[in-house]
């Protein structure tokens, strides 16, 4: 089933709609992302790519929401979210729903931040943000399943955030402007993660 904008628009998805849905083990987590313009493009992308779900935290607005729902096309009523009140509790939700097993997700609930590095830990976390630590997102091996954090449109990932990721990757710069839009700078990483690799 491909809906069009106008389509998507006055759609109402059931559950038998949204189950047919093949979704990829693919997760994004926006760390105060405060323009409802952009978490609707970012709803618009997840659906593109059939992400699995979408995690709205901290200051983060949530549907329903007139201004997500225009920039979504209505996307935001197809696409699993949920809201967290930090991106590090996103992050730690992930990490137990794909831990193996039990002794690791004991480990991540007693000290999450010396737990990630932990191998048998199965989903990636990648934060998309400049930083000193932060690799040419071009050479990274992206694999299923992965969760890309985006951060706040001036403050960019939390701290906390960067702390909990396994990479940090960023997008080089050519111009005298330091960095992209959050939603494009998003798009530009998840398709060379989920379509070009």
């Given at each position: 089933m491909k809906l069009g904008a106008k389509q998507l628009r006055v759609s109402e998805p059931s559950e038998a709609d949204l189950k047919k849905i093949k979704r990829r083990e693919v997760y994004i987590i926006c760390d105060n992302v405060l323009d409802t313009y952009n978490i609707g493009s970012i709803f618009r992308l997840a659906d593109a790519l059939a992400v699995k779900c979408v995690y709205l935290c901290g200051g983060s607005e949530t549907p329903p929401n007139a201004r997500i729902a225009k920039a979504s096309v209505g996307t935001d009523k197809w696409v699993p979210w949920q809201y967290r009140a930090t991106a590090v509790e996103a992050i730690l939700d992930l990490r137990s729903r794909h831990s193996g097993g039990s002794e690791t997700t004991d480990r991540i609930s007693r000290d999450p931040i010396a737990s990630l590095q932990d191998d048998r830990i199965g989903i990636k976390v990648v934060a998309i943000e400049q930083s000193k630590n932060s690799q040419d997102?071009?050479?990274?091996?992206?694999?299923?399943?992965?969760?890309?954090?985006?951060?706040h449109e001036t403050g960019g990932v939390s701290k906390e955030a960067l702390k909990m990721a396994d990479q940090i990757v960023e997008i080089p710069m050519f111009g005298i402007n330091r960095s992209l839009n959050v939603m494009v700078s998003l798009a530009i990483v998840l398709y060379q993660a989920v379509v070009m690799d």
């Open positions: 997102f071009r050479k990274v091996e992206y694999t299923e399943p992965v969760a890309f954090v985006v951060g």
